[in-house]
């Protein structure tokens, strides 16, 4: 049996009993056509190893074997392992099934991630990724619209925040692909896109990064004042004026680069907040 075998995604969910559970954020994309124009927007070269989260039924499973890749799928939900384990049985090889939860999986050091991220952790999922000592050699992730939007956002609009300057100044990040809400089963509230993030060949360096999420956690959690008050716990005013920024400025009109300057000037300070997840 081969990959050209298998039934329509429908009629494997249907055969299987199984509907999407919204505990665990799932819709599922049964169109193998958009599941095989998301692989060519990631460039996945034959025989490379590529990591898949959140396979559920396995439609994009099918179109990263049909390009020739070598996946590795992490999977939480038990109930899809047999439609996933039937699918490894026709690949010859090139599919390894893992049951875990992906927030607690370190994926392989480079490997390229592709996915249809489940909606509830897709953001610390991003975050985990973009921060590894060894990142990937690409991501091209689908999310909710309204993350996508955040994550590729400019200074100075609504959605632009902390989740923009961490992406962006770790990755050229941009929106490959708009997909509506009746694409899926069942269909979202929201619309999703597909964003492609690739890492910047030169990286600031770990403790920039972790002083980074400080600097932006302080600057973003109290929005709306001036820097000199919302960084005043990073040192203030003299902060900015060493990193060469308004300090009546907020935090919405920083670029990326003076958000990372800010960040190498701020150095390891006491007590510094350490905020929330991005």
Known sequence: MSLDDLPPLRESLAAAGILARKGFGQHFLLDLNLS??????AEVAPGETVVEVGPGPGGLTRALLEAGAQV????????FLPLLEDLAARAEGRLTVR??????????PGAPIVANLPYNVATPLLVGWLTAPVPPRSMTLMFQKEVADRIVAAPGSKDYGRLSVLAQALTDARV?????ARAFTPPPKVASAVVRLTP???????DDVARLQRVTAAAFGQRRKMLR?????????ALCATA????????EALTVAEFLTLAAQSG????????KPV
């Open 36 to 41: 095989r124009k998301i692989v060519r927007l």
């Open 72 to 79: 590795i799928a992490i999977e939480k939900d038990a109930r």
């Open 99 to 108: 049951h875990a939860d992906a927030l607690e999986t370190e994926p392989p």
């Open 176 to 180: 490959v692909m708009d997909l509506p």
């Open 200 to 206: 910047k060949p030169v990286r600031p360096s770990a």
């Open 229 to 237: 008050s919302s960084l005043k716990g990073l040192g203030g005013e």
């Open 244 to 251: 060469g920024v308004n300090p009546a400025a907020r935090a």
């Open 268 to 275: 390891e300070q006491a007590g510094a907040p350490r905020g």
